[in-house]
């Protein structure tokens, strides 16, 4: 806004003509100020001595204009940087989230290494929970064994094609980097598809880190597609070969932290390989299936408050606070196929759900059409 205050005598022309010159600076000061980044002040023209001389103005001899400006704030907005390494959320720094990670595993979990013969870079790790008796949710043990009775056909895409059939066929050494390519492929992707290419991969060879490392990154990026951030994972899968033909010999990490080390795995995907590769549980596999039931159940909660957890890696270390470890493993591939078929990300069908009852989220989310039908068809039949 720009105010112009003056006192100019109307009674001359040569006045008319200063009112004329006031102006036509207004509109150039204007521009000035609206194209400008620097904080402007208030601007004072003072109309020349020998022109107040010449056609004095009012009694008072106020011949000078001020003119006034305000800076236009621009508002400016932080990027924020959050916390998983993980590819599925490779929007997050992976520095940061590592070192994130790290401080809520030392917090959580204390871990003592060994190193033993046969396996020169195997570190053998013992977990134990900071928090050994944690607050269990009520009625858990209920839901949870509601849960296995549903999952008991075994109907889930999971079931068949989950990360741990993976290279089933294959030698140890050869499988178990099978189980890291397909732990990587599957974030933000369904199970028949990532299945599939690892399939492609297979069919042509692809299958070892000498052959990936040797293969042009867009033949693997054309094999692999259409999984999620294929693009980014082809480039992934290239470094991946690259440090186990380095560092392992053509092996696969066996260390919690040799394996988050690696481009594009997260807390998720480590210990979800750890476990198949290695038989080494040291932490719950907590996937976006995982997470969001956990929430809905009232299982897990951000420290010291009742609202739900933000993240996996949050909703992990809550879950392992008072999950009995002996259900540490067990409860991945449960909750991943009852989120598969029941408890979807969308429309949940919590009319076909035995636990519905007991669960807190039940019934608040959109249903899907055929639901909406079925509870109108109740109520005409009441």
Known sequence: MILVN??????????????SRIRTMNRKIHSTVSSSSSKP????????????????????GASETLVYTRKKKLKQEKDSLRGLPDIEDFAFKKNTSRSSSKRSTETNITVASTKTAGRPTET???????????????????????????????????????CDKAGSFLPPTERRFV??????????????????????????????????????ESTIKELIYPVGFYT???????????????????????????????PGIGPKMAHLILHIAWNDVQGICVDTHVHRICNRLGWVSRPGTKQKTSTPEETRVALQQWLPKEE?????????????????????RCEACSVAKLCPAAFKEASSPSSKLKKSKRSKEL
């Open 6 to 19: 003056r006192a100019v005598s109307t009674a001359s022309l040569d006045n008319v003509a200063w009112f």
């Open 41 to 60: 002040n208030s601007v004072r023209i003072q109309r020349p001595r020998s022109e107040v001389d010449s056609n004095p103005g009012p009694a008072n």
């Open 124 to 162: 053998n790790i013992t977990v134990t929970s900071a928090k050994t008796a944690g607050n269990s949710p009520e009625n858990w043990v209920q839901v949870l064994e509601g849960i296995r009775q549903m999952r008991s056909s075994g109907d889930a895409p999971v079931d068949s094609m989950g």
């Open 179 to 216: 189980v890291l390519l397909g732990s990587l492929l599957s974030s933000q992707t369904k199970d028949q598809v990532n299945n599939a290419a690892i399939h492609r991969l297979h069919q042509n060879g692809l299958l070892t880190p000498e052959a990936i490392d040797k293969a042009d």
């Open 232 to 262: 980014r994972k082809a480039t992934y899968m290239k470094k991946i070969a690259k440090i186990c033909l380095e560092r392992y010999n053509g092996d696969i990490p066996s260390s919690l932290d040799d394996l988050l080390a690696l």
């Open 328 to 348: 540490w493993v067990a409860i991945n591939p449960l909750l991943v196929g009852f989120g598969q078929t029941v408890c979807t990300p969308l429309r949940p």
